[in-house]
């Protein structure tokens, strides 16, 4: 199998090392001997998501979001919600993530108008939800519990008829009032974890491979792999997270 992975706004959208979740996604194809392609689209690239399997976008600053804007409004973002929409997989990071909603609205009330792909809205508070961060995936993402790293002031508000990827275990989430963290929707996976989040998190890596997988070969079940090293990371940050009952999110 061939898997074609668009990287959306390399340039601008890469905070806290979220690129790294690139290459999570092309080892653990190519450790399993199937082919991975990888096409940057950095603002202002021409080029499409016709056929593309997985779109990754990384997590930004405020100024950084705004640089998007005029980007967004030359094609991509119609062609970004229309990928959506005809159930391409996406992993959207922080500020990436935010961008799929209706809009981002900064400290100082200026609003970004974003897709609105995906029923949400976030808005920044007065304080930046910063730190070591834990959740569990719903069963339709695998039901692992996913750690990684958080730092937003953005508020996210899902709506009615919109699921989170998983339920805080520690940590703030979506917006640190209604214990959601990211959203799920469609083929979207959306998530404010930064660290990149893949490497230490190999359930939920597989999981997304195998849903953008699934859209050009059918269901599909990955072999495991000896995850020695991404346990170990895992596990580390757990026990940072649960001194006490780490063993319990293993
Ligand atoms: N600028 C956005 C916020 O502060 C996103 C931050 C990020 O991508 N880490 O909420």
Known sequence: MELRICHLYPDVLNLYGDGGNIRALENRLRWRGHDVTVTPLPLGAQGSFTDCDLIFIGGGQ?????????????????????????????????????????????????????????????????????????????????????????????????????????????????NGADGGEGVRFLNVFGTYSHGPVLPKNPVLCDQILETALARRYGACTLAPLPDAEERYARAAALRELFPRNWREYV
């Open 62 to 174: 405020d100024f950084e979001q705004e640089l998007l804007l005029a980007d967004l409004a030359r094609g991509r973002g119609a062609a970004l919600k229309s990928a959506i929409a005809d159930g391409v997989s996406v992993l959207a990071v922080c500020g990436g993530y935010q961008m799929l909603g209706a809009y981002y609205q900064n400290q100082a009330g200026h609003r970004c108008g974003f897709l609105g792909a995906i029923d949400f809205y976030t808005e920044a508070g007065d304080k930046r939800m910063i730190g070591n961060f834990a959740f569990r995936c719903g069963a339709e993402s695998g039901g692992s519990a996913v750690v990684g790293f958080e730092n937003h002031s953005g508020r996210t508000r899902l709506g009615s008829g919109v699921s989170p990827l998983g339920q805080v275990l520690a940590g703030f989430g979506n």
